[in-house]
Each structure stands twice: as structure tokens, then as C-alpha cells.
């Protein structure tokens, strides 16, 4: 146990409103809770559910206005819009056909945007975002969660200071169990907005977990990938979208990966794990143990770095909470991104300048990526498992 | 991963004051975040540090009307007790040393505490508190975080339910490694506070980490301690209080255990683990991975748990957020008791009636506990490591 | 610790001749101690290396008559053969490219061969020795060790009950770190054997890694495959062959696999892991911690099986020698393998019928398997990672 | 994986006797397949059991001469003394109580004995026959095993250079589970062995398990104890020997130490565990998976070192057989203790010197430690678990 990082003082609070997120939701209320524990912001309006019933219950129990809670997205943009006191930012966690228009309603009256990956179903649609926040200078994120660990951070800094040498080949995966049995025919409501087309778009695991490894590969190493071969597996019955994926890679510059989704793999939760081999060592790192990272530097033993323990770049330390061993988890990830995020939209606010650690969040680019590889590999796998530029 | 829990409804909101915890606190900044991550209470009082700057900057950084910055413990709980809006219970943070005082100060003020572990230094001013609190009807609570967890509390019901017969023997260990260089004679506040005997109190590494093997022990097993034989050892230069200590134990009923303590033990970071052998089975349950909780039915291949995976006990799996393999941590531990506390809170207010559940958080009597083991393994070691009754 | 097995009393002594295996072959020595170790047979003859020198050296180290070391397996093949104390078997662990005439040798003279994997580099010349062995009625063997492994038996039995249920798809790695360094240029005999197509054949890390895993997945579930799609990275400087591979597979029923081999993932010793998933559950074997066993049952805590403690089914635990936590390791995975084959060999001497289990040796037709595997890879990887039928 | 080490050749072989190890003991054929397997010995002579029909059936299986089947050890020491081919040393693997005997009988015709640990049941009878072995010249070994791993020796050189700085510390375990059921009262030689006094003496737990901890904490550290306090649990009914055990020690120098000892501890095979707490770092093995080894270095990463990949000193490496990643185990244990001891005496009989390097097995002084260790631990636990004196 070293001591903890300084404790962290926000720079100060705004106030959000939130679509999506109803009852039996589980990522609305991470997402309220990662800011609240942060206590970095308010939810002060809400279009939680398409039933009006659903977004009365969850603004009640969130102690909402009830002036403030809304049928639709639209509606909600409009009226927030307006109002002196209007939301600072929103909040998306709808299901993930309705990123786009929702994402729209809001970037088109000048509010900043969270939004759950994926970011959008058609690549299109996320450039057409992108460039609209550009267009109005709106800061957005896209809550690729995953990146917000300290280990990742550390990681990463690892990566770009030359500590493993170049990098020659990646094996990301992420093996799940819940969809072994046909869950979404047996009343979870997760289940259904994951292999309902409707809701998920063109892509279950891939969308679902293969932007996960993708957006972590890319945030850790700064690879972009050249072309890829993808097979996408229907193997629950009547699935009408895969459950599981294999994705071969090449990354421009000629490093090679593998990654590996399954929602249908016993045994696994949410076995997210990615390892990145260079020349001169190699990195490990495990979502379910996240507050450790293996370390192999070539002719070393190899090393269980521990956060917060062992010598974390000042970046990456400076998103620790706690003294080694006491562990941090999902929540502290996800705050991570919204300390990062809600600074950055302080700051500009202000009309200060923002560098590049204030902009360590995941960004529109990385949404449009996440995207843009999704629609590639079901591209690839519906030709035949063939070989596509990416 | 299976459905999450249904999203937690606070019962209300409770206001709270602070001792302690101010500029360099780890243990603070720990309480009040998982007060607000919860949407439980809000700080609204606090005499942060025995220096009024501290107070005023802390109070500052919380945002505390300045009214209600105290530069004692005393004319905080004299002025809230007065106040109309004042607070509903006080969080006791400080040193060790000063808790007995701090404590009676709230509770002869009709104030409910939740004191920070250990309770006090000495059993009978823990016991003369615990008779005040139950002569006022207040509900107090001793924050023995690791008890929070979801994994120890579907521990404590595989016990209760006899999955692993009846109690053999016991292994608890807790080793950390902070201590090994002179920390306390290298600006670390926190290594003074455990190792000078003013703020700390007759005892280092029993009283910090010792206490919650103990702690664990009792709220996993219902096992009373009848004789303990302990050796403290002072292994850094110049310390006054044990950085190391093993404690031999005999329990009521006939079992046996073992307990090992050291903050000199090179490598660990914050490994309390603790071991639980029964007729039928074991239980194998370790901070630092406290999202999973091994179980050995004898005569079946162990068994790996994973919190909201396998199927925990319902009064268990009420306190799990998160789906299995997102990783919940301390704070969320800390928060349980929270969560638990407030709400017992709130009903008394209302004059309902409180059942078992609404009280599973540690109490004044696992407070008394804990200062009777820490002050009997003093004793022990003292009269040169020989058995005494508790 | 249960007891262990009874005592495995051979059936009796056969004595041997090796091809290959002079000084600085690991291989060969592994061979030779297996045997011995079992008191299964003797060696009695060998041509260890191509120079006479190194024959003459390994000879005399291994105690062998001068007479019976040869200048070339021709020689000691046809030598052998006349005389009436003649090996009653000959094992055969030179480089790859010299497998076909050495086992030719043998075979056409009615010697049986025990020959190291891969079988041959050419599948055209494996069908022929096969071919020759029936019609000569020669019990012959592949040591795929990894096959030997009680574990292995064990998680075969597992899913030839239906304990996991119908295979959804798999899982195999191969990672190694060795040939990170140019290790061929640097003196390491092994790795100019690996490296170099004269002695390695066409292919380095698939030969060499894949087919382990090939034969493994093989063994365990009884799948064929039936196409894949490969991409053979050469990732060392001036590499003729693969060091890193990546295979998408499909087998014949619908299950898919992936198998990524490695001689350059830094942190890796022979992280050899297959992991197979099925309706019902799943297992996950790694042959360092190889007296393990992951299981899941959908709906139950994953398991940690451990040999010779858990019930393992009879077949797998008669090849058991030591209790629980004791290790088993490589040499009793390769005598296990000979010691089923000389027992067989035993028998069919003694024109004795051979049943199922005398058989439970990797035989010449996984020697196929593995040759024609690693051809359809090489093939794929050099039409450009494509699809081809297997 | 590097290289392995150049492959060993023995300098010799010689003959051996064996008294017990007959049908259904475990230990006589691990000690006969470690000698065999190394080429090392051929066993020639043999009293494998107490009744006369059992040392047949072995002396069959094994197949050694009739005439050299003897019916007690004493006709078996003096016959083969007589022998111009008479065995070169005896291993004595029978139960506990018949060591003194049997061991003096030899030792007394000036054949050199192994022992299985331990040496005998009381100190002043191991003391003897180290007296007469020294006085006769006669080179003996008490095995020992688990000090005979490449990992330990490597763990001893670690500590001998300095590289943990001083020993402040020990923890070492010995958890199994088989004796949890009754098993001596349901079949199990191997229990009635170790629970009965008049085969183990008067200490079961200790005797058997502790006595690992003892030695291989000797070896690894040379640590030597000043006193103890221990007590001894009788926790199976019906038990007269402990079958759990805690140990308290001081050390001479001061470093301090708690051993626990277990066969009633479910969920554990054979866990054995040693821990050493230094000044500069700490180690951490554990018998299960012996061919690595945690190292702690205070202020880096914790590294765990993996056998014949991490530069290991010299002379544990040489100890190696196998490549990094391919698990050596038991087996290799006890033949490197055989190896070594089979050396020194052929250079012994040669007439050359040894040096620390050809002695460097366990001796008739650890023998006695052993003896001594378990005698104090008895003692201690029945004056009422107080301090004793070593």
C-alpha cells in the first residue's frame, strides 16, 4: 500500500439529462451512478423509456421535475434547449438503433452528447455526427468503458513510450456465457436488445464486444487496421445475429491480430482480455482482474504490475483512487471517462484551452471506428468470411 | 452474466457530518464517496482536521456552508444537536486515540455515530458507548468495510446454512508490505497515524488489519474466541507498536485458528484472505479478487464463485450492482454498509420496525469486539506470548 | 490426497533403437528417460546423428554395444532386422525431412516405429507409410505427448459422455517465446531445426505448434475438420517459415475453432491451452498446470478438477502414478504413451487381441491428420489466407 | 523456452536394496521410478514388506533374484554384507517406527542408507545412527524431497546471495484433505500409517507435513530454531496423533516464523507453501506448482519465475531437464536428490573428495532437525501449547 493520489477535487458540476436508461436498464443507472459518485453532476431531465409509464417511474425514483421528464428524445432537445437552466450535456444509453436520431436531436440544439457505443449502426450516420459536433464545437464521447481503467492508461503509456518495442501481433478476446440458452425468449429484456435487429442493429456480438477489444487495441497501441477477414457465427437458435465472431487482422504497418467475441462460451462472464506483443515484451490485461497488468519484457521474469503499488506513469496514476489492493472496479472506469470528459466541457465552457490529457476520453473518431469495424466484418462474413480493406 | 439486480431505490435521503478525514485522508474521502455514490446522504457539517485550515479547505472542496465548519468535535455536535436542519448522523474518521471522545460527543447529543474501525483503544470506553447509544435508542454503526461485501455475505449464509458442517479450524491472514521501509519517518501520514501510539493507541498492526481478520471471522462463522495466545512483533527500527503479528486462537466449541498480520511482508499490497474449514467443506475468500469466493465441498472438485453469476443467496446478491465479471470493489463494499445503515435510519425515524436484514451492518458489539481482541493480543504478547482467556 | 493408483506393473521389457537424438537434441533424451523411467524397455541399438562422432558419443553415454551403433538408419534398419536379438522397435527423432526414409527403413524391414510428430512433410509420403504398416501389420505411434496427459484422457471421456454436451466451438493456443531473438543465428541447434525448411520441412510454427493443437482437439472431441483459413506470419528478420500463425476453422457438423501459434509472444514458455465449449458447458486445459482441469457446467460454478483427488473416469486414472498435488509433468505424458504402446506391442507378440483402450495411442492416422493439416494451412496462407477445404 | 540444460549423464550405476515398499505403499515406487528413470541404480535386493508374501509379490514384479527376497532387514543387511555383489546402499521406506532398526542394521555392516523422512521417532536414536554413519564413513540421505526442486535451489541460492536481504520472516503451510473422512477406519494403508503411534510415532501432522516445512525452510534459509510453541489438534474422532497443527517460532537472530499444518483442511491435495519475508524482498513457493517461483524485490513489480526461462543460478539449473513451460515434477524431485546422492558416493568409493556441490542432498543432520523439530512441537503442545526451548 503507497498512498493513495491526492484526492480528487472536480473542477466543478454540471447538470445532465439522460435517454434511455428506464426500468430493467442496467447501463442508465451505471452511468448515473459513475457521475453522482463523482459528484461531478446532476440528472435534472429524462426520457428514460419509450412508455411514458417507464420515464415517470425512473424520474421519480431519481427525484427528476417531473416538468423535466419527456416522452421523446425530440421533444427533450427542443424544450432543454430553451430553458436558461437546460442541461449541460445528455446522455444516450437507448438501444442502439436509436444513437443516431437521438444523438442528432441534440447535437443540432447545441448540446454536448455522451453516448453509449456503438456509436451508431451506419458508418454514414457517425460521420454525419461527427461532423455536426465539429460543425457546432461540441464536445462528445462515446463511453468505451473499458478505457477509462487505470491499467489501460498505463498500459498504453507502456505502448507509446517504447517499453515492449514495436508491436508484431495482438489476441484480444472476449468470451460471454449469458447467451448459451435463448435468453432473450425467456424475458431478459438485455437479451432482446442484443439479438433484436431492430433495437441492435446488424451486429450482436461484434457491435456488443468486438468494439470493446477493437477500441481497446487502438486506444493501448495507436494501430489502425489495414483489412480483415471476419466469421460471424449464428449458433443459438434462430438467432438472426451472430453470437459469437473470429476476426483475423492486419494493422497497417503489417502487425497481425486476432480477436475472439462469444456470448455463447461456458464459463466466461466477461472474459475481455487483450495482449499486445511487440518486440521487446509483451502486455497482458484482463477486465475481470483489472486492477492488475502482466508485464513481459523479454529476458525478464514476467511481472504482475499492481495499481497504484507498482511505478504507474503520473497519467495514468492520476486516475487512481484507492491504495493498492483495494480494488477499484467498473464504476471507477466509467467516472474515469465522465471526470475526464465533464473537465473538458468545464474548461471550454470557460474558453480555456484543452490539451491532450484533458481530451483523454473516448472520442467521436473512436465511435466512427467502432463502426466502421462492425460493418466491416459483417461485410466480410456475409461474402463468405473473405478478406476486406478496412 | 446474468440480469443485474433490480436498480437499487434509496429509501431517502439523510444529512451528515465529518471528523476527520481532511487534506491527506484516505479513509474521508472513501466514506463520502460511497455515501454519494449511493445517493444516500449529503455532507452538510464536518471538523475535518484538528487544524482549522484543514477543516476550511476540505470543508471548501465539499462544499459546506462555512456556519457549519467546526474547529472541534465538541461544538460540532453542541451546534448540530441545536440546529433544526441538523444532521442525522455523524461519520467519525479521525485517529484512533480520539474516537472514544469523539464518539460521546454526537451520542450524548442524541446524534447517531458510524465510527470508523477500531471503535475506541480501550473495552471499557467502548462498552461505556455502546450503553450510552442503547440508553439513547441510537443506531450506530463500526465501519468494518471488508463485511460489505457480496461474496462475504453469501459466505456468511453457506455457514449459517451449514453447507460447510460444522467449524474446524480457522486461517485468516493479512499481510502488507507499506511498512517495510521507515514510512512514518518519510512523510507518509498515513504510516504515523497506524505507528505512533498518541493517534494510533496501544497497537499497529492488530488493531488495523488484525481487527478486520477478526471481525470477518465473527460475521462469516458466529465463532466467539475463548483463549488466544498472540506475538506482536516490532521489526521496523525505532517502532514502539507491532508491524508484525501471528495470533494462535482457540474459538467456543472447540475450534482452532490461526491469524497472521504484518504490513512488513515484501510483495503484498492488501492481502487479507481467510479461510474458513468445516466438516463438510471450506470457504476460501480473498480481498484483493473479492468478486469471486472459492468453496470446497468435500468430495466435489472446487468450486470458483462468481458474484452475480453463481446463484448467491438472495440477501447476498441484493447488495451486487453490477453484472458477473464487471468488477464491483471497495468502495461498493463500503457503501453496503451504507446503504444498510441509512435505511435502518430512516425507518426508525419513521418508527418502523427494523428485522435481522435491516441490521446486517457491524454494530457497536463487533466494535467492543474488536477493541477486546486487539487489547487481549496486546496482553498476551506482553506477558510473553502465553494463552489468555477473552 | 486420495491413494493413488495401484502400482503399474509392465508387462513386460522390449528392447529399442533410436534415430536421432545425439548431443544437444532435447528430444531424444526425453524419449529415452520416458522408457526407462517406466521399465519398459531397453535401448539397444542407434544411428543419433548424422555424424559418427555424435553416434559414437550419445552411444557410449547411453551404454550401447559398438556393434549396434550405426552410420545410418539404413544400416541399422537392415542390421536389426537379421540379428535374433534385434530391437523390437525403433524410435525415430531426427530432423522432420528425414522422417519418411527412416521410417521406411524400419517399416519395410517389419520393424515397428514410434515416430516423433510431425509424421512426414508430405501427406502423399505419410498415406504411404501408413499404407506399408498395415499391410505389414506394424503397430506404430505419433508422439503427440500432450496426448499422454491424464488430464487429457480425462476432458476426452468428459466430452465423449456428453458432459459438456454438442460442441459449439473451440478455442486452441500455442504461444512461445524463443524465437523472438534470431535464435538460429545465435547457436541454438533447436531453432535451426525449426527454422530451416532442409530439416523443418515447409512449415515451422504450425508443424511444429499447431499440430499439437490439431491433435489435441482431435483426441478430445473426435472432430474433424472440415476447411479452414490460414495466415502464416513471418514476423523474424530473414524467416523463411512461419513464426506466428493464425487458422480460422470450421469442422465437419458446423463447429468452429481458432488457433493462434506463437514462437515470438514474448512472456510465454509453452503456453500450449485448448478450450473447448459445448452446449452444455465447456473445458480449458493448459499444459503447464497440466494435473488441472477447468470445467463449466452452464448454470454452475466453474470447476477446478485436479488429478487423482477428483473422480476422474477409470481409463484417465489408471495412467495416474502420483496422489493429488503431487505433480505429474511431461515425462509421465510421453511414458504414458509408450507405455500403452509397448503393452500393445506386448500383446500382439503374444497374439493376444487388442481392444480399444490397449490402443489409446496416438497412431499413424493422427500422423496424416497432422501432416495434411499443416499442408491445408500452408496452402491457404499462400493463396492468401483463403478459404480451402480439408 | 531456452535450451535445456546439456542432458546429465549419470557417472554410474549402482545396486540398491529396498526395505518396504511393498503392495499398496506408495513411496517405494516413487523411489524406485526416480532411481530407474535416471539411469542411476538397479535395485537387486529387497524386504518389501512384513509378511513374506508381499515382499514376494514385489520382488516378482520388480524381478529380482529370489535368493536376495529376505524376510526382515536384519538377514537382508547381513547377508547382503557378505555379498561380494552385495548391494551398494539401502533405501528404507518402511513405516516410521521401523527407521531406527533397520537404518542401524545396515549402517552397522557399513552399508549406506536413504531414509524416508522421518529420520526416526525420537531425536536420540537419529542422533546415534548419524554417530555411527559418521564413524563407520558411511554417506546417508534422508529424502527429503521437495528440496530437491530446481525452483528450491534456486530460492536458497536467491537468499544465500542477499537478493531478499535479511530474513524477518516465515510463513509455511502444509494444507491437505484426506484425512477429513476416517480413512485409516475405511481402508487406507497409507492412513493407518500415519495415524496409528505404533507405525508413526507420536506425531502424525507434524511428523509427516511439518517436517517438510521444517527442512525446506532449513535449506532455503538457513535459518536455525531458538524456541517454539505449538499445538497439536486432534480433530478426527476417534484420533490419537494430530491431524492439524500450529506452530509459533523464534528463530536464532530473531526473525520470526508460524508453520500450519493440515490433513483435515478440505479443498487441499497437497499445498504445500513456504513464504520468506526479507528486508529486500520475499519469495513464495508453492509445491503444486513448482516450476515457478513468485520473487518480491521491495519497490518492483512481483515477478514470478518460471524454471529453466528466468536466468536461474548454475547449480539449481543444472538441475533442469526440460525446456521452460514443459513441467518437470515429484518424480524430478526425488531423482535430483538421488542423483546427487548416487554421485557422491561413487566419487566416495573412487576415493576423490567432495565438495559442497556433490553433498548438496539432505543429510543425517537434517534427518535429526527433523526429529528434534517434531519431538519439541509434541512437547510444547502437551505442556499446553507454551514456549519450549529448541
Not at 94 to 120: D, Q
Not at 142 to 151: A, D, E, L, Q
Not at 253 to 266: E, N
Not at 286 to 311: M, T
Request: with cysteine; charged share 25%; net charge negative.
Amino acid at each position: 500500500m503507497i498512498e493513495a493520489s491526492a484526492e480528487y477535487v472536480p473542477a466543478g458540476k454540471l447538470s445532465y439529462g439522460m435517454v434511455g436508461g428506464g426500468p430493467g436498464s442496467f447501463i442508465g443507472d451505471v452511468h448515473r451512478r459513475s457521475i453522482r459518485s463523482e459528484g461531478l453532476g446532476e440528472l435534472k431531465a429524462g426520457c428514460f423509456s419509450r412508455s411514458p409509464e417507464g420515464t415517470l417511474i425512473t424520474g421519480a425514483a431519481q427525484g427528476i421535475a417531473q416538468d423535466r421528464l419527456y416522452p421523446g428524445f425530440e421533444e427533450m432537445a427542443a424544450e432543454e434547449a430553451k430553458r436558461s437552466d437546460g442541461i449541460d450535456f445528455a446522455v444516450v444509453v437507448s438501444p442502439n438503433t436509436s444513437h443516431y436520431a437521438a444523438v442528432k436531436a441534440f447535437l443540432s440544439r447545441g448540446i454536448p452528447v455522451v453516448c453509449e457505443k456503438p456509436f451508431t449502426v451506419e458508418e454514414g450516420e457517425a460521420r454525419e455526427l461527427a461532423e455536426l459536433a465539429k460543425e457546432k464545437n461540441l464536445l462528445c464521447a462515446v463511453t468505451y468503458t473499458y478505457t477509462g481503467n487505470v491499467t489501460v492508461k498505463h498500459a498504453r503509456e507502456l505502448v507509446r513510450r517504447g517499453e515492449i518495442g514495436d508491436i508484431l501481433c495482438v489476441n484480444g478476446e472476449y468470451p460471454q456465457e449469458w447467451l448459451l440458452p435463448p435468453a432473450e425468449k425467456q424475458g431478459s429484456k438485455q437479451a432482446v436488445t442484443r439479438t433484436d435487429p431492430a433495437l441492435a442493429g446488424k451486429s450482436n456480438s461484434v457491435g456488443d464486444l468486438g468494439t470493446h477489444i477493437e477500441s481497446l487495441v487502438s486506444y493501448i497501441t495507436g494501430l489502425r487496421i489495414k483489412s480483415l477477414c471476419a466469421r460471424l457465427d449464428r449458433i443459438g437458435k434462430d438467432r438472426v445475429l451472430e453470437d459469437n465472431a473470429t476476426i483475423m487482422l492486419e494493422y497497417q504497418g503489417g502487425a497481425r491480430g486476432v480477436y475472439w467475441t462469444s456470448q455463447i462460451a461456458s464459463g466466461y462472464d466477461n472474459g475481455l482480455r487483450i495482449r499486445i506483443f511487440g518486440t521487446k515484451g509483451a502486455l497482458d490485461w484482463n477486465e475481470e482482474a483489472c486492477n492488475y497488468l502482466w508485464l513481459s519484457r523479454f529476458g525478464q521474469p514476467n511481472a504482475l504490475l499492481s495499481r497504484a503499488k507498482d511505478p504507474f506513469y503520473p497519467q495514468a496514476q492520476s486516475y487512481s483512487r484507492l491504495p493498492s489492493g483495494h480494488p477499484e472496479g467498473y464504476f471507477e472506469a466509467l467516472a474515469n471517462i465522465y471526470r475526464t470528459y465533464i473537465g473538458a466541457l468545464i474548461k471550454q465552457k470557460k474558453g480555456e484551452a484543452l490539451d491532450e490529457k484533458d481530451l483523454d476520453f473516448p472520442d467521436l473518431q473512436m465511435g466512427i471506428d467502432g463502426v466502421r469495424f462492425t460493418g466491416k466484418c459483417v461485410e466480410s462474413s456475409e461474402k463468405g468470411a473473405v478478406w476486406v480493406p478496412v
